[in-house]
C-alpha cells in the first residue's frame, strides 16, 4: 500500500513515501502521479548532494500569509506526535507517516524536487549557484480539488523564512510535473498553527503581510 525508499541526500537520508491506492485522487494531476512512481526509479541523485537547497533559503518573499489557529493539519500533527512516539525518533517521521497512514488527503511525503538554472529568470544572482535548486517536500495533500504543498515546522510561529521555502518547493513542483503554480496551494504548520499562501499572489509586492484566522 505505502511505497518506501531512503534517498542519500545532502549528507542524510530522506525516507521518500507514497500511498498508491491514494494515487486515484490524482486525475487531472497526470505530472505529478509520473514524478511520484519515477522518483522511485530514476531521482537524479547527484542534484542533490551540491548546490542550493531550499530549506536554507534565508531571504524573505512578501507573500500575504494567513495564520490559522486549529487547522485540520495542526489536529493531524498533534496525533501524529503522540501516536507515532515509540515509532519514531524524528517528529518529522511521526507526523508524515500518521498523515501518510490515517489522513485520506495525504499522498506523499519527502518528495524530492529540484530546478534548473535556465526554468528561472535570474537564477544565478537569486542563488548565487549554477547547481540545481533542490529540496524535499515534507508533505503533499489533496485537499477540495487543490494540490497543497505542505512543510512541517515545530515552532512555526518563529519561522521567518519557511514562506520563501515552501514556495520554492510549490515552483520546483509546478517546473517537474507541468501543473500550473495556480493550482497550487502552500503553507507550513506545527501541531498549534497553520500558515498558508497563495504562491501565484504577492511575489513582488515591496512588504509581507500577516493575517490571522
Request: glycine share 8%.
Given at each position: 500500500?505505502?511505497?518506501?525508499?531512503?534517498?542519500?541526500?545532502?549528507?542524510?537520508?530522506?525516507?521518500y513515501r507514497v500511498h498508491f491506492p491514494k494515487?486515484?485522487?490524482?486525475?487531472?494531476?497526470?505530472?505529478?502521479?509520473k514524478h511520484l512512481e519515477m522518483m522511485f526509479?530514476?531521482?537524479?541523485?547527484?542534484?542533490?548532494?551540491?548546490?542550493?537547497?531550499?530549506?536554507?533559503?534565508?531571504?524573505?518573499?512578501?507573500?500575504?500569509?494567513?495564520?490559522?489557529?486549529?487547522?485540520?493539519?495542526?489536529?493531524?500533527?498533534?496525533?501524529?506526535?503522540?501516536?507515532?512516539?515509540?515509532?519514531?525518533?524524528?517528529?518529522?517521521?511521526?507526523?508524515?507517516?500518521?498523515?501518510?497512514?490515517?489522513?485520506?488527503?495525504?499522498?506523499?511525503?519527502?518528495?524530492?524536487?529540484?530546478?534548473?538554472?535556465?526554468?528561472?529568470?535570474?537564477?544565478?544572482?537569486?542563488?548565487?549557484?549554477?547547481?540545481?535548486?533542490?529540496?524535499?517536500?515534507?508533505?503533499?495533500?489533496?485537499?477540495?480539488?487543490?494540490?497543497?504543498?505542505?512543510?512541517?515546522?515545530?515552532?512555526?510561529?518563529?519561522?521567518?523564512?519557511?514562506?520563501?521555502?515552501?514556495?520554492?518547493?510549490?515552483?520546483?513542483?509546478?517546473?517537474?510535473?507541468?501543473?500550473?503554480?495556480?493550482?497550487?496551494?502552500?503553507?507550513?504548520?506545527?501541531?498549534?498553527?497553520?500558515?498558508?499562501?497563495?504562491?501565484?499572489?504577492?511575489?513582488?509586492?515591496?512588504?509581507?503581510?500577516?493575517?490571522?484566522?
Amino acid at each position: 500500500m505505502i511505497k518506501a525508499v531512503s534517498l542519500a541526500h545532502e549528507g542524510g537520508f530522506y525516507h521518500y513515501r507514497v500511498h498508491f491506492p491514494k494515487l486515484r485522487m490524482l486525475s487531472g494531476y497526470d505530472g505529478l502521479k509520473k514524478h511520484l512512481e519515477m522518483m522511485f526509479v530514476n531521482c537524479p541523485n547527484d542534484y542533490f548532494n551540491s548546490g542550493p537547497r531550499s530549506s536554507k533559503l534565508k531571504f524573505s518573499l512578501p507573500f500575504e500569509v494567513k495564520r490559522i489557529s486549529g487547522h485540520e493539519v495542526c489536529g493531524l500533527a498533534c496525533e501524529g506526535l503522540r501516536l507515532n512516539n515509540d515509532r519514531f525518533k524524528s517528529a518529522h517521521s511521526r507526523v508524515q507517516v500518521f498523515m501518510l497512514e490515517r489522513d485520506n488527503k495525504t499522498v506523499a511525503v519527502e518528495v524530492p524536487l529540484w530546478m534548473e538554472k535556465n526554468e528561472l529568470d535570474g537564477y544565478k544572482k537569486m542563488f548565487e549557484s549554477e547547481y540545481p535548486l533542490t529540496g524535499h517536500v515534507d508533505i503533499i495533500r489533496i485537499e477540495d480539488g487543490k494540490l497543497w504543498v505542505w512543510d512541517y515546522k515545530p515552532g512555526a510561529f518563529n519561522e521567518r523564512f519557511a514562506s520563501t521555502q515552501v514556495y520554492f518547493y510549490a515552483l520546483m513542483l509546478s517546473r517537474r510535473t507541468g501543473i500550473p503554480l495556480n493550482e497550487i496551494k502552500c503553507g507550513y504548520f506545527d501541531d498549534e498553527y497553520a500558515f498558508v499562501f497563495n504562491p501565484e499572489k504577492g511575489f513582488g509586492r515591496k512588504e509581507a503581510k500577516l493575517v490571522e484566522y
